[in-house]
């Protein structure tokens, strides 16, 4: 098993451009989530899903959107970017209770 | 959601039995407590979980006061390997596989020679 995968793993981005994070799992966990860490501070829940076609907003979704057309992909959408969205972006699935993550992505919005 | 506090930071040396504690004075009655370990550019992984008294796997053990307000986290022997970020985290487990759990700041464990 791959576990979670991410992609891309670095990206550079434009204030106002758009951009889509990559998120797949093949462990057939139901739930899903979306984290951002800062520079030396914890993760942040963004949004979260239960299952295909359910999610749910976590601590700090301004600015995102997700979507959860499948099992095992849960793709995190930004839509204008701004250079607080400066994050490395974790994505994680779950059995019970453990979090399996993804390696991150880390964007920089200049 | 219970907030977490913990030691920002501790030093050990190799081979000392290392203990972090956690405090979470406002855990409801359904919250589980579980640690996470996260290394530089890596997504944290997890450690170990409990609900009360202790808890042991093949890394570490987890020591829960009947009132569950804190917990410490006991790393047996640490290793230069051993430094990382720990977590401490309380939440729910949800119905079908998944939990909510709120990260805070973690502990910044240093392991030298």
């Known amino acids: 098993n791959a576990g979670v995968t991410q992609t891309p793993k670095f990206r550079i981005l434009k204030i106002g451009q758009s951009m889509t994070l990559q998120c797949t799992q093949d462990?057939?966990?139901?739930?899903m989530y979306w984290y951002r860490q800062d520079p030396g501070m914890g993760l942040k829940l963004i949004y979260y899903s239960v299952g295909a076609g359910i999610t749910d907003k976590g601590e700090v979704p301004n600015g995102y959107n997700v979507s959860r057309s499948t099992t095992e992909d849960f793709p995190l959408r930004l839509e204008l970017a701004a250079p607080s969205q400066t994050s490395v972006y974790f994505c994680a699935s779950s059995y019970r209770e453990t979090q399996y993550f993804g390696p991150g992505t880390r964007l920089l919005v200049l | 959601l219970a907030k977490t506090t913990q030691p920002i930071s501790m030093d050990s040396y190799e081979g000392q039995e290392v203990n972090i504690t956690c405090s979470h004075n406002?855990?409801?009655?359904?919250?589980?407590i579980t640690w996470y370990q996260q290394f530089p550019s890596q997504g944290p992984r997890f450690i170990i979980q409990g609900y009360k008294t202790k808890v042991t796997n093949e890394v570490a053990s987890l020591f829960i006061p009947a009132d569950r307000k804190s917990s410490t986290l006991s790393l047996p022997r640490v290793s230069l390997s051993d430094t990382a970020v720990y977590y401490c985290?309380?939440?729910?487990?949800?119905?079908?596989?998944?939990?909510?759990?709120?990260f805070g700041t973690g502990t910044q464990l240093k392991v030298e020679l």
């Open positions: 985290l309380v939440g729910l487990i949800l119905t079908g596989g998944g939990n909510k759990l709120t």
């Open positions: 462990m057939n966990h139901n739930y």
């Open positions: 406002n855990i409801a009655t359904n919250d589980y």
